[in-house]
Antibody, heavy 118, light 107 residues
């Protein structure tokens, strides 16, 4: 199970830090991703982190503003979001990528809502 | 191109077969996955590695991937299958790309 937290209302230019707590499995064994969904729109990939945190690709739209990180001891994933704009308004999902068995996203969190507005 | 293209909507009568296509260059040499999302809910994996079903997904869901087109097929479509469906693949340039989504309506 994945449970996100940290969403909320933030002013343009502000920052937020999302967290995702994993239970029922060991986070360190998996690549983890953030996927977002703007209101009424489709799914958009945001970022990924590999098992040891050494590889962290980002979507062009967030590169330089967002930072993904993980704490394998606390079984937690994070997304630091800076310089937020209205285009970042979305539901943010924490997602597990099962590379070994499925090559697919097999566990999704319930999502946390981020609203960027003045 | 690293885009995946889906039709915005597909309609089907109950009991009939629904097919949702997803096209893109990346599908030529990558696995396709499909996700179902019902209103107000998180997406759920329904097909992985082109044609494999996770446990708990009914047999009426099937998938294929040939050339640059992946297809999700739902046989004997039921009202509870009404949802948005997204294809997804991996690309060497973009770690993950989703299709724009298809709204399946069961009339």
């Amino acid at each position: 199970q994945l449970v996100e937290s940290g969403g909320g209302l933030v002013q343009p230019g502000g920052s937020l830090r999302l967290s995702c707590a994993a239970s029922g499995f060991t986070l360190s064994g998996y690549w983890m991703d953030w996927v977002r969904q703007p209101p009424g729109k489709g799914l958009l990939w945001v970022s990924r982190i590999n098992s040891d945190g050494s590889a962290t690709p980002y979507a062009d739209s967030v590169k330089g503003r967002f930072t993904i990180s993980r704490d394998n001891v606390k079984n937690t994933l994070h997304l630091q979001m800076n310089s937020l704009g209205a285009e970042d308004t979305a539901v943010y999902y924490c997602v597990r990528y099962n590379a070994v068995q499925l090559n697919a996203f097999d566990i999704w969190g319930q999502g946390t809502v981020v609203t960027v507005s003045s | 191109s690293n885009e995946l293209t889906q039709p915005p909507s597909v309609s089907v009568s109950p009991g009939q077969t629904a097919s949702i296509v997803c096209s893109g260059d990346v599908l030529g040499n990558r696995y396709a996955s499909w996700y179902r999302q019902k209103p107000g809910q998180s997406p759920v994996l329904v097909i992985y590695r082109n044609d494999k079903r996770p446990s708990g997904i009914p047999e009426r869901f099937s998938g294929s991937n040939s050339g640059n087109t992946a297809t999700l097929t739902i046989s004997g479509t039921q009202a509870l299958d009404e949802a948005d469906y997204y294809c997804q693949a991996w690309d060497s340039r973009t770690p993950c790309v989703f299709g724009g989504g298809t709204k399946l309506t069961v009339l």
